[in-house]
């Protein structure tokens, strides 16, 4: 069984910065391609950011580029996001996925492009 978990969700002021992690519970799976998605109340999903796992290339989406980093520890079967700078409108639950096939979809944040997802870290912006 494959299991994303993700942590480090809270509650941080604007401006201020958060961390947040996913881990791979698995003892044979390999992602090609990790993604970070969030939603927000009354909103639908939207992709964050992904990595691709073997040359560790990034790709962002418009609202949070140059504010949010997402990176990897393959040894580790860790994903993260740094979130910097954070403004209210990046509160929400945010979701870890994967998925083992490598697919231009995936990198830009097509959401049925994969197949594993975690069950999400809740992330608040008030100061």
């Known amino acids: 069984e494959v299991q994303l978990v993700e942590s480090g969700g809270g509650s941080v002021p604007p401006g201020g910065s958060l961390k947040l992690s996913c881990l791979l519970v698995?003892?044979?799976?390999?992602?090609?391609?990790m993604a970070w998605f969030r939603q927000a109340l009354g909103k639908e999903r939207e992709w964050v950011a992904s990595i691709h796992t073997d040359d560790g290339s990034t790709y962002y989406a418009d609202p949070v580029k140059r504010r949010f980093t997402i990176a990897q520890d393959k040894p580790q079967n860790m994903w993260y996001l740094q979130m910097n700078t954070v403004v209210p409108a990046d509160a929400g639950q945010y979701f870890c996925?994967?998925?083992?096939?490598?697919?231009?979809?995936?990198?830009?944040?097509?959401?049925?492009?994969?197949?594993?997802w975690g069950q999400g870290t809740r992330v608040s912006v008030s100061s």
């Open positions: 698995s003892s044979t799976e390999r992602m090609r391609i």
């Open positions: 996925a994967g998925t083992r096939s490598f697919t231009h979809g995936a990198l830009l944040g097509v959401a049925r492009e994969f197949g594993t």
